[in-house]
């Protein structure tokens, strides 16, 4: 096992998790890669903390990212918009 998998393994069996987590974290916590993240945040279907420009390193609440991981329908929706965007290129 690689050294980011084993970062990612440790993260996401913390027993409580931080409350700001960082764009690569989400994505661990949601099942989607960091690049997946930037493109939900860009169609604004996730919306980051505070009023970070596009080109800065997003934060998210790890309560409102749990949340949205128990959520059906925002997985459904998030997994389409990522699906969507990758055929575009």
Known sequence: MDTWELERQEFVNLPRL??????????????????AVGILVREEILKPLGGARTDDSKRFSSAYIGQLSRDRDWLDEATDAIYKSRTKK
């Open 18 to 35: 931080p409350a700001i987590i960082t764009d690569v974290q989400t994505g661990w916590l949601l099942g989607f890669t960091g690049e």
